[in-house]
């Protein structure tokens, strides 16, 4: 379903009730009982996911007084996307995060009939008050540009980009009186991401235009009048909307003192019908973004360079203004595909956020190319490690774990050998025949893959069971691996973050056992380590 008639079918759904807020809850709440016969537990330990109810994108990520912030699309009244408003957590490792309440909500226009949804947008701090929004000059003062989504009648009529500030650290937040300041007069306008341009003392917005598959930036020196600058697309991947842009400076890790811009757009993905995001490697100037003959080669015509290869990383942003110390940008995205996110089998919470990562550009034989890993703090949540070394498999499998908890690290390093096909089954329950539940990562023919047909309730969409496939080669014969399992989320980080395949999966049990294999030839396991993670919960 294309984008826009989604979001109208879901406005339909949301609107059941018009009397009262609370009767929309209580269908939801219905909804979700249906939904809690769920046998096992499938909220994320060390992943973040909302205390309760829907959530998408994240937004507005920053560091700011001392805390890093993550906003998130929320429906605060049911487990369906609805009731836009921007969700609130706080945290100081970007792992451990603190639940507060909703910070901006959807709210009724001063016509009384008109709604606005608070939909994605990004959080500067006002250094200085040149917005003048900011009492007192105060030196923390968050605004928040975010998109206003009007709906009259349940029926969408406009998408603008309107401001909102806190003097409290983004507990409470107030609209500015003059919204919106950046208005099109369409309903095609969105996800506004602002970030403060140091070389020429401004704010850059890159916005969206989806159905012209444009990004527009846009400069202003207040944050209230905007100038529109350059438009970059139709490029790559225009197979759907594009949602969520944003462009970052990104070092490039073997070439030191070397960046690229490189423009994040949420957007295709390289299997039909389904949504991921694409990046352009190029250059800036504060104006313009052009693609650079460096930008890697697309893997296929007409798809752009996907920066993660399962169907389950979408709307992901980098965080403002982020510590000293912190060198290259970081990105967490929400973890869900639109093609069924409504769908999954979760109760009390719907959607999750991925894990931050850190992104760098590495020079390699083939190009430019984005690695991403997770962010060096994540290896404080491992527990005792298990290892082995030097494992050689010729056509079989080998157990390595019979039962374990489905939270955990896994680092493998493979040299593929004679093997036609080598690899792990997670999450693996059944008596080794043809009806096992298990989720298998294989490497076969230069190509690592993640196939969830088998990986437990995979009914609940057409859409769902599927095989995921990235291209690529061994370093130095090896195949290295690093996969974070969290119950009901999936992530395999290869060779050293050149490829990411991002998955939900559904095990009908919480505990699995981890076999290896290979087939048709000898393999060898150089190394492999488990660890148990530890939960970062509130
Ligand atoms: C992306 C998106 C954005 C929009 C938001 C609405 O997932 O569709 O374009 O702002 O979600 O919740």
């Not at 994108?57 to 993550?70: E, F, K, R, T, V």
């Amino acid at each position: 379903m294309q984008r826009k008639n989604l979001v109208i079918a879901l406005l339909a759904f949301i609107s059941i009730s018009q009397t009262a807020c609370n009767q929309s809850a209580k269908t939801e709440s219905s909804a979700q009982t249906s939904l809690s016969g769920d046998s096992i537990d499938y909220r994320p330990q060390y992943h973040f996911s909302a205390p309760k109810g829907w959530i998408n994108d994240p937004n507005g990520l920053i560091y700011a007084n001392g805390q890093y912030h993550l906003f998130y699309q929320h429906n605060p009244f049911g487990n369906v996307w609805g009731h836009m408003s921007w969700g609130h957590a706080v945290s100081a490792d970007l792992l451990h995060w603190e639940d507060l309440p909703v910070a901006i909500p959807e709210f009724t226009n001063a016509d009384s009939v008109s709604k606005t949804g608070i939909f994605s947008g990004s959080t500067v701090v006002d250094k200085g008050n040149k917005s003048g929004l900011c009492p007192d000059g105060t030196g923390d003062c968050m605004v928040s540009i975010y998109t206003g989504n009007v709906t009259k009648s349940d029926v969408q009529t406009n998408q603008y980009q309107n401001l909102a500030y806190s003097t409290d650290k983004g507990r409470t937040w107030t609209q500015y009186a003059k919204n919106p300041v950046l208005d099109l007069q369409t309903k095609e306008f969105r996800d506004p991401n602002v970030f403060w341009y140091e070389p020429q003392q401004k704010w850059l917005m890159a916005v969206i235009k989806p159905t012209d598959h444009q990004v527009a930036f846009y400069d202003s020196k207040n944050l209230k009048d905007w100038k529109l600058l350059s438009l970059f697309g139709p490029q790559g991947d225009t197979t759907r909307v594009w949602e969520c842009p944003s462009i970052v400076q990104v070092p490039i890790e073997n070439e030191p003192g070397k960046s690229k811009w490189v423009v994040f757009v949420s957007a295709g993905h390289p299997q039909k019908n389904y949504l991921g995001m694409q990046y352009f490697v190029g250059n800036f100037d504060g104006k313009t973004f052009t693609l650079d003959n460096e930008n890697p080669k697309p893997i296929a015509p007409a798809v752009s360079n996907p920066v993660d290869w399962g169907k389950d990383y979408y709307a992901a942003i980098p965080f403002n203004d982020l510590p000293g110390t912190q060198k290259n940008p970081v990105m967490i995205g929400w973890l869900n595909d639109w093609e069924y996110a409504n769908k999954i089998p979760t109760a009390t919470f719907r959607g999750a956020m991925s894990l931050p990562r850190q992104i760098a550009l590495r020079r390699t034989p083939d190009g430019l190319v984005l690695v991403q890993t997770p962010i060096a703090g994540v290896a404080s949540l491992r527990g005792t490690k298990k290892e082995q070394q030097n494992l050689t498999l010729t056509s079989q499998s080998q157990t390595l774990e019979k039962s374990l908890d489905n939270v955990y690290e896994l680092e493998v390093e493979i040299s593929p050998g004679t093997a036609k096909t080598v690899g792990i089954r997670l999450a693996k329950n059944g008596s080794d025949g043809p009806g096992d539940e298990e989720t298998i990562i294989r490497y076969v023919n230069g190509k690592l893959e993640l196939d969830r047909r088998k990986s437990g309730n995979v009914a609940f969409s057409d859409r769902f069971p599927s095989v995921e496939t990235a291209p690529l080669k061994p370093q130095n014969n090896l195949v290295k691996l690093r996969i974070f399992v969290d119950r009901s989320v999936v992530t395999v980080f290869a060779n050293d973050g050149e490829r990411v395949i991002t998955d939900y999966i559904f095990p009908t049990k919480a505990t699995g056992a981890i076999d290896l294999f290979a087939e048709g030839g000898t393999a060898e396991f150089k190394k492999i380590t488990i660890w148990p993670m530890k939960s970062t919960r509130p």
